[in-house]
């Protein structure tokens, strides 16, 4: 009989090596090499039922593209509007961040919809599944559950008739002829392609939960995220009810779009508006804080940014962030002692994103200025100001997105003023009952006009308005 032939691949960086190491020669990582099948003997696995010849794509058949609810608008808006038959969906997180109580709350609403959905347990027993549902107050009568970690059986199963199947999680899974312990990149590579192979070809949803590596990637070969056609993360705080669901790869829907949650006792409950959840416990009269409206996917959110700034013990000042760029915070630091004179050499600069949201758009660099400003002079900002803007390394400040959605939703939040790019600010709509501070350069935060920072007869800073 024929012999599968098989390398060695880290499962750390993924390099590939004829025989097992100890240590990786490319990251230096022990004990993490894996097998994986590089020739494979034929007839293993279903194959999609295609017609292999060359079609017009106008001819192609589109078949059935209706998507299906999750029963979670927040879940549904992220993937686009629902689940595409035969989509493969990777979601990743932290353990014990809810990506199993999310699946298991998706199961829920699939069954009162009628829909039969599989859950493959390879981490729990389906007495401990049990006990979970019930706690969160879910409907088991219609919750299918197999607890299986040979691959061949779970693949017998799904052959069944079932609409929905969810694996979690697919480090779990094992294929006797492979060789090599659960969750090793070949297993993890073999069991993912395979699964997805019979999805597609029966137009069946897959779900995909995948662990995460210490440095916050997915665990397993990087074409694991090539395979499937959606990955979300599922990230959030432990010791905070925040739950933040974001893609960052999707075939059928925008990419990088947003959904909030917030984890109770009877599981997760959906955000129907996060700005005033991020906004709640803004300190009132704080300096160093600042609002600024970010485009999250299709959804604008009012965010919190929070700066301190202190004088520093050590010879080299620090600047630490948490949820917005290091990079972008020294460049940004560094415009300011270049093209104001403000001294921060010598400060240590710390910054952050209120709500454990991750800021991924330049949009925020004029609120990290303002914040940094407003804390180094200990000089609070108007309440009802919201600030948006990019600033180039000249100082300048340039134009962002999708600027009129963000002023709306600064206005339904209550805001009264705006400052941004002056050019882009002159050509919103006019029906918005706000101020509007058009800036051009960072100098004229310190200046007459807005004046938010000139000083006063005692040579104190003090916002004027």
Not at 112 to 126: N, R
Not at 173 to 194: D, F, K, N, V, W
Not at 230 to 255: A, C, Q, W
Not at 280 to 289: I, T, V, Y
Request: neutral net charge; hydrophobic residues 40%.
């Amino acid at each position: 009989m024929a012999k599968n032939k098989i390398r060695y691949l880290c499962r750390e960086c993924g390099y590939k090596s004829p025989v097992s190491l100890g240590r990786c020669p490319n990251c230096d990582a022990w004990d993490s090499f894996g097998e994986e099948i590089t020739e494979k003997v034929a007839g293993r696995g279903p194959r999609l039922a295609t017609e292999n010849r060359v079609r017009r794509l106008s001819e192609v058949p589109k078949g059935d593209t209706e998507r299906i609810s999750t029963s979670l608008s927040e879940l549904d808006r992220v993937l686009g509007g629902g689940l595409v038959p035969g989509a493969v969906i990777l979601l990743s997180g932290e353990p014990g961040v809810g990506k199993s109580t999310l699946l298991l709350q998706v199961a829920d609403g699939a069954a009162k919809q009628g829909k039969k959905l599989l859950y493959v347990t390879g981490e729990e027993s389906p007495a401990q599944v049990c006990l979970r549902a019930e706690r969160l107050g879910l409907e088991t009568k219609g919750i299918h559950v197999l607890s299986e970690t040979e691959l061949p059986a779970v693949l017998e199963e799904a052959k069944n008739d079932w609409d929905i199947l969810v694996v979690d999680s697919v480090q779990t899974l094992r294929l006797p002829e492979l060789g090599g312990a659960a969750g090793s990149p070949g297993q993890i590579r073999e069991s993912a392609a395979m699964l997805a192979t019979l999805a597609k070809d029966k137009g069946m949803p897959l779900f995909l939960v995948g662990h995460i590596t210490k440095e916050g990637n997915i665990a397993g070969p990087k074409l694991l995220e090539h395979l499937v056609d959606t990955v979300l993360y599922f990230e959030g705080e432990k010791d905070r009810p925040v739950r933040i669901l974001r893609s960052f790869k999707n075939r059928f829907g925008p990419v990088n779009e947003l959904g909030v949650f917030e984890m109770t006792g009877e599981g997760l409950g959906e955000v129907r508006n996060p700005s005033a959840l991020f906004l709640a416990e803004r300190p009132h009269g704080a300096a160093g804080s600042v609002v600024t409206p970010v485009i999250e996917g299709r959804r604008p959110l009012l965010l919190e940014i929070q700066a301190l700034v202190s004088p520093s013990p050590l010879p080299m000042p620090r600047r630490q962030t948490l949820g917005a760029d290091p990079s972008r915070v020294s460049m940004l630091a560094a415009v300011l002692e270049k093209k104001v004179r403000l001294k921060l050499f010598d400060r240590d600069i710390f910054v952050n994103v209120a709500g454990g949201v991750k800021i991924q758009e330049p949009s925020a660099d004029l609120a990290i200025v303002f914040a940094i400003a407003s804390s180094c002079f200990e000089c609070p900002l108007p309440q009802d100001l919201a600030v948006t803007g990019e600033v180039g390394l000249a100082g300048e400040i340039r134009r962002v997105g999708r600027l009129e959605d963000r002023l709306r939703e600064a206005s339904r939040m209550g805001f009264k003023q705006v400052c941004g790019p002056a050019a882009e600010l002159g050509e919103c709509a006019s029906g918005l009952k706000m101020r509007k501070h058009g800036m051009e350069h960072v100098k004229e935060i310190f200046g007459p006009n807005p004046g938010f920072f000139r000083k006063t007869e005692g040579g104190k800073r003090d916002p004027s308005r």
